[in-house]
């Protein structure tokens, strides 16, 4: 791929050109409806998940007039988050079957003011950069678990020779030294998995022993499908631009007069980055814990805050929420084609709503396939059952298979990962199991195969010989999109297909397209809101305008780095 030179855009940048509104790139090619209605009388989200939750929240602050009714096929809200507290003889455990944690970076900031407006502040635990649950990230291999350098640490050299002589960092020294002078992609490579970019430009073990461990951990992908171009984007940037990721980095700094350090980035988050410092105001005290912290999470899990979601939904009067509704089919309807209607219910007795406006947070598999993960929550009383202290770790795909017929991805230690959720004292573990090892199953273990599964890893990990007093077994079917090789060419002709089919009155959010995590769900949410803002909803968008960008030609631009993510701090 040929990527355009930046120069032009680097002293535009560093002139401080004024960054247009937030997804502004269309508006001088966007129709807008004759409708006379000053805002959406009636609103449908689709899906109750955290993503039709937040979407409901923030349009019902952009229209405080509209009728919002949410659909979900379930009988509750919250989608993957769950959380469940357990009794033991000596207090209560919590178990968390999806997201745990919140990690406070650039796309926490509008999780943060939305968990102060819900008034959840108090209720918050973090867990400090330095705590050992922050610190301790570990990964198994070839038989045992290697920790992992801390980023806030100092080097520590015989660490590092041990995690050498382990067989981890096989390749990665050499890697780094020499990918300066390995050959630039073809042009005509638009894409490719994880594991060939870094096979390519660093080394074959590198991927399989540290990227594919994270991507574990992140996507419970395999690093040869997942794309290199998506999810590994400012390295397959800065290659595109110089030649090498290295060369790419001192190019962009060359080309600068400033000392500010400078980044590439796509020109709609610039817009989307400059309206997150501009709206979002966080209280001074809750600003200073987020920002000494290296995750936080709630009292009663992540589930209080889907709870407090929908409490405050209900409590406006203007949100109703359907539960048990599968939603059929939506289309534009109308004389004008100027409403959409959302068909509900059984396919024998369907049942049809019509409304000004749609946001749907439902999937479509030919965007993305998706991958399901069983986890195990065990609790067991002894408050020292293994030596390791830590957040848990990660399991490569290099790993052989008389360590791992599993077929887990990694273990979290949820009781030094998060501490205050629990009043009994003891060890609480969560095994997850599955991901791409499961793909193209069609039937997969029982409750009680998945606990005999996890209980035989921890034996031959941990070398854990008592069993768990009380545990829990979740299935999270197709509960994870995987962005494959070609991903961000089927979003940009998905955009374009939802953009033509439903003329701007069907908006999209949701993990498939803005980013799997808790905190990338919001602030899709936030943004698509903010689009509607004003005569906003009536213009021919999708809410899926960054892949649509008319300033993206298959490069970004340069920045200084203070005009991207903010932090959390002020």
């Known amino acids: 791929m040929r990527l355009r030179k930046h120069v032009p855009l680097i002293e535009s940048t560093l002139k401080r050109v004024a960054l247009r509104p937030a997804a502004s790139s269309l508006c001088t090619r966007c129709r807008r409806y004759a409708s006379s209605q000053a805002y959406p009388e009636k609103v449908a989200v689709l899906g109750g998940g955290i993503s039709g939750l937040a979407s409901a929240y923030f349009v019902s602050k952009e229209f405080p007039r509209s009728k919002i009714t949410i659909y979900e096929a379930n009988k509750d809200s919250g989608g993957w988050i769950q959380s469940r507290r357990v009794q033991t003889p000596t207090g209560?455990?919590?178990?968390?079957?999806?997201?745990?944690?919140?990690?406070?970076?650039?796309?926490?900031?509008?999780?943060?003011?939305?968990?102060?407006?819900?008034?959840?502040?108090?209720?918050?635990?973090?867990?400090?950069?330095?705590s050992t649950g922050a610190k301790n990230r570990y990964v198994y291999y070839p038989d045992r678990l290697q920790r992992l350098p801390s980023p806030g640490d100092a080097p520590d050299f015989w660490h590092i020779a041990g995690l050498w002589q382990s067989g981890l960092l096989a390749g990665a020294p050499s890697a780094l030294l020499l990918e300066p002078f390995r050959p630039q992609r073809p042009e005509s490579l638009k894409d490719e998995s994880i594991g060939a970019f870094i096979e390519r430009r660093l080394d074959k073990r590198v991927g399989n022993n540290l990227a594919s461990a994270v991507m574990h951990g992140i996507y419970a992908g395999d690093i040869w499908k997942l794309s290199a171009r998506t999810l590994l984007s400012q390295a397959w940037m800065l290659e595109g631009l110089a030649g090498s990721i290295f060369k790419g980095m001192i190019k962009i700094q060359q080309e600068t007069p400033?000392?500010?350090?400078?980044?590439?980035?796509?020109?709609?988050?610039?817009?989307?980055?400059?309206?997150?410092?501009?709206?979002?105001?966080?209280?001074?005290?809750?600003?200073?814990?987020?920002?000494?912290?290296?995750?936080?999470?709630?009292?009663?899990?992540?589930?209080e805050l889907v709870t407090a979601l929908k409490k405050n939904l209900e409590n406006s009067g203007r949100v109703d929420f359907k539960f048990g509704s599968w939603v059929q089919d939506y289309k534009l309807a109308g004389e004008n084609?100027?409403?959409?209607?959302?068909?509900?219910?059984?396919?024998?007795?369907?049942?049809?709503?019509?409304?000004?406006?749609?946001?749907?947070?439902?999937?479509?598999?030919?965007?993305?396939p998706f991958v399901t993960v069983q986890t195990v929550n065990l609790y067991f009383p002894n408050p020292n059952l293994i030596p390791q202290k830590g957040f848990g770790y990660l399991i490569p795909q290099s790993v052989a298979f008389e360590e791992n017929p599993e077929r887990a991805l990694g273990v979290i230690f949820d009781s030094d990962a998060i501490q205050g959720q629990d009043t009994a004292e003891g060890t609480k573990l969560t095994v997850m199991l599955g991901g791409h090892y499961w793909d193209g199953w069609e039937h997969f273990p029982s409750d009680d195969e998945a606990y005999g599964l996890a209980m035989s890893l921890l034996r031959r990990h941990l070398k854990i010989k008592e069993e768990p007093t009380h545990y829990n077994v979740n299935l999270s079917k197709d509960c994870i999109p995987q962005y494959t090789v070609g991903y961000e060419d089927r979003l940009k002709s998905?955009?374009?297909?939802?953009?033509?089919?439903?003329?701007?009155?069907?908006?999209?959010?949701?993990?498939?397209?803005?980013?799997?995590?808790?905190n990338d769900c919001i602030r899709g949410a936030w943004a698509m809101a903010r689009q509607l803002r004003g005569a906003g909803w009536k213009k021919i968008e999708s809410g899926l305008e960054r892949a649509m960008d008319a300033r993206y030609d298959g490069a970004w631009v340069s920045a200084p780095a203070n005009q991207g993510p903010p932090k959390v701090k002020s």
Do not use: W
């Open 258 to 303: 400033l000392t500010d350090k400078v980044m590439l980035f796509h020109p709609h988050d610039l817009d989307v980055f400059k309206a997150m410092r501009e709206e979002v105001k966080l209280d001074e005290t809750f600003q200073r814990h987020l920002d000494g912290c290296a995750m936080f999470t709630f009292e009663d899990g992540m589930a």
């Open 337 to 368: 084609r100027q409403h959409v209607d959302v068909t509900t219910g059984p396919k024998d007795s369907p049942s049809t709503e019509r409304y000004d406006l749609a946001v749907s947070t439902l999937r479509d598999k030919r965007l993305t």
């Open 494 to 518: 998905y955009a374009e297909h939802v953009t033509s089919q439903y003329l701007g009155r069907v908006r999209v959010v949701g993990s498939q397209t803005h980013g799997v995590g808790v």
């Open 92 to 130: 209560d455990v919590l178990f968390e079957y999806g997201a745990r944690t919140l990690r406070p970076g650039s796309n926490a900031l509008i999780t943060a003011q939305l968990i102060q407006d819900l008034g959840l502040t108090d209720n918050v635990i973090f867990a400090k950069t330095g």
